[in-house]
C-alpha cells in the first residue's frame, strides 16, 4: 500500500481505529501531518463526536482515534541536488542548469541564505559569491 493510499483510508471515518491498533506505516503517516491536520473521536454526554485536536505537544495517545482532515494534502518531498562549477559550466547531477526546467520535477533553486529562486542567472551570481546553492526536485 502506498501512502497516497495510506492517506485515504485515514480520511474515512469508517476504516480507522484506535491508534494503538493501527500499524506502524499508519501511525507515522498521521505523525508526519500532524495534529493540526487530525480530527479525533471523543466521547461526550450526547455519544462519539468528531473533535478538533488540541496543541502539537500533547501525545497521541493509544486508546484514541485520528482521522485526517479530508482536506488533507501532504507536503510535497524534494529530492536536493548540489549545483556545482564542472568545467566552467554550472551543473547539478551532470545536466546544465539552463536545461533544468525542462524536468518536470523541477522544484527551483534554494540557496543555503534561505532564498529559493527559479532564475539561474541568480544561481550563477550566488555560487561565484560562494553561496552553496542547491536545485529541488519533486519526489514522485
Not at 468528531?50 to 507536503?75: C, D, F, M, R, V
Not at 534561505?114 to 539561474?120: C, K, L, P, V
Request: glycine share 8%; proline share 5%.
Amino acid at each position: 500500500m502506498t501512502n497516497a493510499e495510506r492517506i485515504e483510508k485515514l480520511k474515512d471515518p469508517k476504516q480507522v481505529q484506535a491508534f494503538g491498533l493501527l500499524a506502524q506505516k499508519f501511525q507515522a503517516v498521521l505523525e508526519k501531518a500532524g495534529k493540526r491536520n487530525c480530527i479525533c473521536l471523543t466521547g461526550t454526554k450526547l455519544g462519539p463526536e468528531w473533535t478538533q485536536l488540541g496543541p502539537e505537544s500533547s501525545h497521541w495517545a493509544t486508546h484514541l482515534t485520528y482521522i485526517l482532515k479530508p482536506n488533507y494534502e501532504p507536503e510535497p518531498e524534494y529530492d536536493k541536488v548540489k549545483v556545482l562549477v564542472a568545467k566552467g559550466v554550472l551543473q547539478c547531477g551532470g545536466v546544465r542548469i539552463d536545461c533544468l526546467c525542462i524536468n518536470p520535477n523541477f522544484a527551483g533553486f534554494w540557496s543555503k541564505d534561505g532564498q529559493t529562486h527559479y532564475n539561474d542567472a541568480y544561481v550563477a551570481t550566488a555560487i561565484y559569491e560562494g553561496v552553496e546553492v542547491e536545485a529541488w526536485f519533486r519526489k514522485e
